[in-house]
DNA sequence: GTGGTCTAGACCACC
DNA sequence: GTGGTCTAGACCACG
C-alpha cells in the first residue's frame, strides 16, 4: 500500500497517515490481521519522524483499528472498531457541516448523495475483489 | 442566531464559528444581507477576544460568505460563494475519509446516505420556511 | 460624469472618488475650470457621508488637481498638477512593485506595455474627442 | 535579502514585507524551494511583531506565492501563482489609474513605456545573471 | 460607531 | 525548533 503525504498540507502528518491506513483497511488492501511497517521502517520510507507514525498508529490503535504487539510491531484488528455515540455524535457534527457548505455552494441533494454512493461502492467492490482473490 | 462554543474541543474557535455561521446560513436563520454582530459585541457575547471573532469573519470573508463594509460591519453576501475546483477537490477527499471510517465500522450505504438526506431536507425546509414566513 | 463607488471594496471611498475624479479630468469629461458638484450635492447622490467628499476633493486640491473656492466651490484647476519629485518616487515605488508581480505571473513585458499603451491612447482619445466636440 | 521597513509610511507594514519579497522573488534573490527567516528571525532582525511578519506571510501563502511547512517555515513556491481573472481586473484599475495620474501630470506615452520596460529588463536581466552564477 | 493594524506575551501542536 | 491560536490592550483610519 501507498502512502503519500502532502507536506505543504495544513492537516497534520500523522493525521494524514491515519486516514490514509483506514482508507487502505475500507477498500482490503490492508486485511485483517495484517502486518504494517515498522514505525523506523515507515519512518524512513516516507522521510518524516520516527515520532510521528508511532503517534498515528497509537491514534489507530486507541480507536480500535489496529493493535500493537511489542513484538509483531502494529496489526490490523480482527475486528473493526465500535461505532460509539461518540462516534456518531461527531460523525453527525461533520456532516452536518460539510453538508451545509454545500447546499450553500449550490451542490444539489441528489448530486451530493450519488457521490457519496459512488464512494461506497468502491469501497465495496475493492474489498470483494480482494477477497476473490485470495 | 445562537453560537455555542466548546472551549474543550480541539477545534479552534475561529474555525467553530465560521462552521456555526455557515450552518446558519443553510438554515436561513442568518439571510442574504443581514448583518452579523460587530467583532467587539460578539466577542462579548461569547466571552472570547474580539480578534478571534474577526478571524472567523476574515476567513469567511475570503471564502465568499460574508462581505465587510467598513460602515455596518460584516454582512452575509448577496451571492453564495463558488463551488471552485479546489472546493470539490477537498470535499472529494473530505467525504471518502469519512465513507471509508463509517463503512468500517459497519455503517450501511442506505443509512449513510440517509442521514444526508435528512440534513439536506433540513436546510431546505429550514430555509423554506423562513422564506414563506418573511 | 457618473461615479461608482464600491461599498465592498477595501479602498477608503474618498480614495474611490479621487481616483475617479482624476480618470474623468484624464478622459476630459472633467474640463479645466468645470465646477464639480457641492459636497453637499455629491454626498447626497452617491448615499456617503459628507466629511467623505470634503476629503476627496481636500487631497486634490493638496495635489493641485482642484481649487476650492468658498462661493463656487471646488473646480478643476487651470493648470495641471506638478510632477514633483514626491510623485516620481512614489511612482517608481509603485510602478516597480506591479511589474514584479505581474513578471512573477507570468506577463510579458511585451503584453504589460501593449495595456499600457492601451490605456494611455484611450486617454489621449478621449480628450481630443472632446475638445473638438466643443 | 535586505528587507527596508518604512514606519513613517501608511502602507502597513505586513504589506511593505509582501511587496519587497514579491521584489525578490522576481529579481531572483529569492529563489524556488528558498527558505524565508522563521517569523520569529525575521520580526527580531527588522524589530517588528511576529504577529505582523506572519501576516505577511500567511498573505503571500494565500497568494500562491509561498508554501508554509511545518517542519521548514516558508519557503517561496516551486511554483508561481496564476494570473487569474481577478488578478488582470485589478491589475487593470491600478493600471488605469496610474496611467490617467501620469497622464494628467504631462508624462508622457513613451516615457511611461520607457520606465516599464526598465523596470521589467531589470528583473528579467536579475534573475538571468543568477541563474548563470548558480 | 466600525474594522484594521500592531504590540506583547502566553500556550499549544507538530516534528 | 517551527507556525498556529488566543488573549489583552493600544492606536488609527474611515465614515
Redesign the pocket.
Known sequence: MILKID?ES???????LRRQIIEGIARGELNIGEELPSVRQLAEDIG??L??VN??YNVLKDEGYLVIDRRKGAMVKDTFPKATKEYYDSLEKELKFIVADAYCRGMGKDEFLKQCEIYFDEYIESRRERENGR
Chains 1, 2, 3, 4 share one sequence.
Open positions: 507536506f495544513e492537516m497534520p502528518i500523522y493525521e494524514q518524516i519522524n515520532h510521528t503517534k498515528a
